[in-house]
């Protein structure tokens, strides 16, 4: 048995049933042997990939977007740029380079990385060694007190959920507990409050909700508030809050078990975009989307861009960016169920790839 679950089962031992946002929260980022922070799980021979992996392209657009918005915002000297769960840095590489060319002054700006995993800290570094990079562990979303420019992508999804249950009539939460010596989610009592507004549950249907994700939407929209600036958040979920269990893990690109091997597979679940949105809303920050990952990329010029890298690229490499464009907009691939949603400050007006209809509805 690996150390991790021996952990877990003697927490369960000494105070019962584990909450499911606690199991993920170990599961994931324990600090010496969670799934992120003991190791790199990503890119083709990891466990999952992500669009920047897939293609340059991802990145340069949301440079594109940082410098766009930049502008918007009247060029303010003392922005930051700012990325949560970078994984291996790939997605600020490329938007750097786009931003050195569209923009140089920003580009010189520092960059904030919020990361918990000292394994990917270090292939960050080396990715990107020449900008003026600063990292936190996450404790603390929001490391300055300038306008900042953030993007997340499959960040959120990573944050631990818990999982609401009707039982009998009445509501419970998944917990992780040991039955014939082996980890099994059961029913247990509500651990806290559940928050107002839940959907209507039948029976044995299940609703997530994400605490962590919340607060951690609330203090970037606040800081957005009382600062400036604007943030992408990019994941796959769905536009309303639903019933549905969508915790799932991943191992070498295929599902693995949720109660197996904890620490070894990638553990998530998908973001509740009403939820979030509703986490971001405040005086002086106006929330945009979600929009489906396809109509943001496609509205930034991405078809535009792979014409212009078409034109220099042999054989293998245009096939490769041809691949790599229809993976990301598709609607049967990462297209749609992928979604982009934007916190801007009020300010700023509609940010660049949102129409003036579309901020976030769902004020509920
Ligand atoms: N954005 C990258 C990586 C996504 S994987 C990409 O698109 O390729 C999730 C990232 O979030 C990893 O970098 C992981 O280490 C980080 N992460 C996960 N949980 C975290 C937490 N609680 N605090 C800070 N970083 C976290």
Excluded at 132 to 145: K, M, V
Aim: net charge negative.
């Amino acid at each position: 048995m690996k150390p991790l679950e021996k952990i877990i089962r003697k927490e369960i031992r000494a105070k019962g049933p584990m909450r499911l946002d606690r199991y993920m929260a170990l599961a994931l980022t324990h600090p010496d042997h969670g799934y992120y922070t003991s190791q790199d799980p990503l890119g083709a021979g990891g466990d999952f990939i992500t669009a920047p992996e897939i293609s340059q392209m991802f990145g340069e657009l949301v440079g594109l977007w940082m410098a766009d918005m930049w502008h918007r915002m009247g060029q303010p000297a003392d922005v930051i740029i700012a990325e949560a769960g970078p994984g291996r840095g790939t997605l600020m590489a490329d938007a750097l380079r786009a931003i050195r060319r569209a923009a140089p002054a920003l580009a010189a700006r520092p960059v904030w990385l919020i990361e918990a995993s000292p394994a990917l800290k270090k292939v960050q570094e080396t990715a990107l060694g020449d900008a003026d990079i600063h990292w936190t562990d996450g404790s603390d979303p929001l490391p300055r007190t300038s306008p900042m420019l953030l993007v997340a992508n499959e960040f959120l999804d990573a944050l631990p959920v818990r999982q609401i249950i009707m039982r009998d009539g009445e509501l419970r939460e998944h917990a992780v507990d040991i039955v014939d010596n082996a980890l099994t989610m059961v029913d247990a009592p509500l651990a806290a409050a559940v928050p107002d507004g839940l959907p209507l549950l039948n029976e044995g249907e299940i609703v997530e909700i994400g605490p962590g994700r919340e607060d951690w939407v609330e203090a970037v929209a606040f800081h957005i508030a009382e600062n400036g600036g604007a943030a992408l958040l990019i994941d796959y979920g769905h536009e309303a809050t639903a019933p549905g269990d969508t915790v799932q893990a991943m191992k070498k690109h295929a599902y693995h078990p949720v109660l197996e091997k904890p620490g070894t597979a990638d553990l998530t679940a998908h973001v509740d975009f009403a939820a979030v949105a509703r986490a971001g809303w405040r005086d002086g920050t106006s929330v945009f989307g979600p929009i489906g990952q396809r109509q943001f990329l496609l509205r930034l010029g991405m078809e535009a861009r792979l014409a212009q890298l078409l034109k220099s690229a042999d054989g293998p490499t245009a096939n490769n960016l041809t691949a790599g464009f229809r993976r990301l907009t598709d609607p049967t691939h990462m297209g749609h169920l992928f979604k982009v949603l934007c916190l801007s400050a009020t300010a700023n007006g509609t940010p660049t790839g949102y129409g003036d209809d579309e901020t976030f509805s769902d004020r509920t």
